[in-house]
């Protein structure tokens, strides 16, 4: 069964601690991208690879980091020097015609 | 820069025939996405179109003028279940950007 999983689905954390997320997808595809979407607003570019071992800043990027060590593992770690980092976080993977999405944690800072 | 415009909301009867449209700009164009996305979910992946003109895919059809800057998603036969958010994002080099998306409201 291939497609995008990200895990855990629902994240709680206290205001200053680092958190990281997961997105593994065994889709064979080489672009990999992260997005934050906040409720009632569009998705966010947060960073995004195109190929194992380079990534490049999206739109919003300061206060996160990933890596991509592995074509099917592309981690987002949330650092306490973001600001807001509540929100709905959404990993998708690209082809040449086709984009799919994980089914996104939902990170709450308290 | 990158810019993405579509109607914020609209509304359409079970069983009828609606156009979500989308203008956009961006730099290094190589295609554009089309997503449905219901409220708290993840998107899912509609349609794609590279080249000029109408695809269709079942009940969804999706056409593209890149001369203008143009696309449109089209639904037909509406139903309740297409109530959710449609989101228009162009790819421009490796960077997939979403516009805020259109809400649909399917009424019966």
């Known amino acids: 069964d291939g497609g995008i999983t990200q895990s855990p689905k629902y994240l709680f954390r206290k205001e200053g601690q680092n958190v990281t997320l997961s997105c593994e997808q065994n889709?064979?595809?080489?672009?990999m991208y992260w997005y934050r979407q906040d409720p009632g607003q569009g998705l966010r570019l947060i960073y995004y690879?195109?190929?194992?071992?380079?990534?490049q800043k999206g739109d919003i990027a300061e206060g996160y980091s990933v890596s991509r060590e592995k074509k099917e593992s592309f981690p987002l770690t949330v650092t306490s020097a973001q600001k807001n980092p509540t929100a709905f976080y959404l990993c998708?993977?690209?082809?040449?015609?086709?984009?799919?999405f994980g089914p996104g944690t939902r990170l709450t800072v308290l | 820069g990158q810019n993405i415009d579509q109607p914020t909301e609209m509304t359409a009867t079970e069983g009828a025939i609606v156009q979500i449209n989308c203008t956009y700009q961006?730099?290094?164009?190589?295609?554009l996405f089309w997503y449905q996305q219901h409220a708290g979910e993840a998107p899912t992946f509609l349609s794609y179109?590279?080249?000029?003109g109408l695809e269709e895919k079942g009940r969804f059809s999706s056409f593209l003028s890149r001369s203008k800057g143009y696309s449109y998603l089209l639904l037909k036969e509406l139903q309740m279940k297409d109530s959710a958010s449609y989101l228009c994002?162009?790819?421009?080099?490796?960077?997939?950007?979403f516009g805020a998306g259109t809400r649909l409201f399917v009424k019966a």
């Open positions: 998708a993977s690209r082809s040449d015609n086709e984009q799919f």
């Open positions: 889709l064979n595809h080489d672009a």
């Open positions: 690879s195109q190929i194992v071992n380079d990534f």
């Open positions: 961006t730099s290094g164009f190589n295609g």
């Open positions: 179109n590279v080249l000029d």
């Open positions: 994002a162009p790819l421009g080099g490796f960077k997939t950007i």
